[in-house]
């Protein structure tokens, strides 16, 4: 079956790169320009326009990147049982 496999690109290759018509190539180039002309367009800007600059904007304040940064330095390791602990569930009281 593998003595097939180089014929197959020979054949299909010559049908595939066969000289296309000017006209056609013209019309596929052109058809998306065409079609973007239909399209819907953006939505319109609402609110007062940025541009202006007798119109109030909200005010910038400082952020910090890092303010809620916490170390993840490795530490010592503790006792298992007490981790455990304290991150199990409370025991069900009752019956």
């Not at 014929?7 to 000017?22: E, Q």
């Not at 013209?26 to 202006?52: H, I, M, N, R, Y």
């Amino acid at each position: 079956m593998l003595a097939h496999n180089p014929a197959r690109p020979a054949a299909v290759g010559s049908a595939a790169t066969a000289p296309m018509p000017l006209s056609i190539k013209v019309l596929f180039l052109s058809l998306p320009l065409l079609l973007a002309g239909c399209a819907a367009q953006p939505p319109a800007l609402t609110g007062p326009d940025p541009s202006e600059p007798s119109i109030r904007t909200p005010r910038v304040d400082y952020r910090s990147t890092v303010s809620g940064y916490t170390s993840q330095r490795p530490v010592a390791p503790s006792a298992w049982k007490q981790q455990n602990e304290q991150v199990a569930p409370a025991p069900k009281s009752g019956g």
